[in-house]
């Protein structure tokens, strides 16, 4: 019978914690959880956006004059405005009661009718209008026609404010789910790990692989199903603001999201070698919590200096933290989405990232491959470090 190849080992490992996780009862609920809340927040988002409805204006007397004025004044304050003629007094009462108007001006008084208050949309368009149409008939009395009115340029300094804050609400959603995801993965690698050595399982699987070959298959099986997640996610959650139109930067949508499914392959590859390692040190799950919390409160702190460079995205402490490798997946995406980032600034992000892992996996591999066997209380990393060179 031959020996399997090491590529072999790494893949049967991988196949087996894919296998053991997706039947895990704690990584089905928050699947679930993430898509039953993405979900609703794209339905919270539709039921907002569909609340815009028309200010509907009711009119008795001259609708010729007024109804191009409301609809004037409601151009002016960014409303829309619908007008409606109605005969009398009686019909703008019924209209009220049955809400079919927000409002009925009669223009005789001229007087408001509204069922218990007016808002201020209503209130600003219906008075503006009759305080226009009062100013024209007073100059028209006292001989003054063909005023002419000059129309005032709008010049907006920032025409892309609008698209450039939808990219920068996508990141910071997108990013808050890579860090959710990596904290989650992170820990099932770490709890794996831990739960191997406490029932000496780790010692059958060493009889027939090397360390780093558990290792790797760990990674790589977890990474291959969290890679999985997050892109159901962004599919789900792309295709939801497509479909209802939630966006009007379909383009800049995908490339986020893209963006944020790359960065996590690259921050979950550092931080679950460095969440199995830090496993490794300790053989009772009571005891994981202390080993992993610094790796934590560095992954909290890349979320809140990510969160933070979408205000800032060419500020210092932004700039500085998109190359600091294991803040950088993070942090890189809020800026790209938040501001102009240069190709070459991506690229040496990435390659500082890459050459961390590869440093991680390296010391790690040590690490790992010195605590593995050794149970009891809570190992140092220099007695794991001395135990593998033994």
Request: hydrophobic share 55%.
């Amino acid at each position: 019978m031959s020996t399997p190849s090491s590529a072999g080992l790494v893949r049967l490992v991988a196949a087996r914690e894919i296998s053991e996780r997706i039947r895990d009862k704690n990584f089905i609920i928050s699947s679930v959880f993430i898509l039953v809340l993405l979900v609703g927040v794209l339905g919270l988002q539709v039921a907002l956006d569909s609340g815009d409805d028309p200010t509907r204006v009711g009119v008795v007397g001259d609708v010729a004059a007024l109804q191009p004025a409301l609809e004037a004044q409601g151009a002016a304050i960014d409303a829309d405005v619908e007008v409606v003629e109605l005969d009398d007094e009686a019909a703008a009462r019924a209209a009220i009661e049955d809400g079919d108007v927000d409002g009925v001006l009669l223009a005789d008084g001229p007087e408001l009718l509204v069922e218990q208050q007016a808002d201020g949309t209503l209130l600003t368009v219906v008075q503006g209008a009759v305080s226009q149409l009062s100013l024209d008939q007073q100059l028209s009395d006292a001989g003054i026609t063909g005023l002419a009115v000059p129309e005032v340029a709008v010049s907006p300094l920032d025409p892309d404010a609008d698209e450039d804050g939808q990219r920068v609400v996508i990141a910071i959603i997108g990013v808050s789910v890579l860090y959710s995801l990596i904290i989650l993965f992170g820990q099932f690698v770490a709890q794996g790990v831990v739960e191997e050595k406490a029932s000496r399982v780790v010692e059958l699987l060493l009889a027939t692989m090397k360390p780093w070959q558990l290792l790797a298959g760990k990674i790589l099986g977890l990474g291959l199903l969290g890679l999985a997640q997050i892109v159901v996610i962004a599919v789900v959650a792309v295709s939801g603001a497509l479909a209802f139109d939630l966006v009007d930067i379909p383009g800049e949508l995908i490339g986020t999201a893209v963006s944020v499914v790359a960065w996590f392959v690259l921050g979950y590859g550092f931080y679950a070698a460095i969440f199995a390692v830090a496993a490794s040190l300790v053989s009772r799950q009571e005891d994981l919590g202390t080993v992993i919390m610094p790796t934590t409160l560095v992954l909290v702190a890349a979320l809140i200096v990510g969160i933070q460079a979408a205000a800032s995205p060419d500020g210092a402490l932004a700039v500085v933290t998109s190359y600091v490798p294991g803040l950088s997946p993070v942090v890189m995406p809020v800026r790209q989405a938040a501001g102009e980032v240069a190709v070459w600034e991506i690229a040496l992000a990435v390659a500082l990232m890459v050459l961390a892992i590869g440093l991680v996996v390296r010391l790690g591999g040590r690490i790992y491959s010195g605590a593995l066997l050794r149970t009891g209380g809570k190992l140092k990393v220099r007695e794991a470090l001395a135990a593998e060179r033994a």
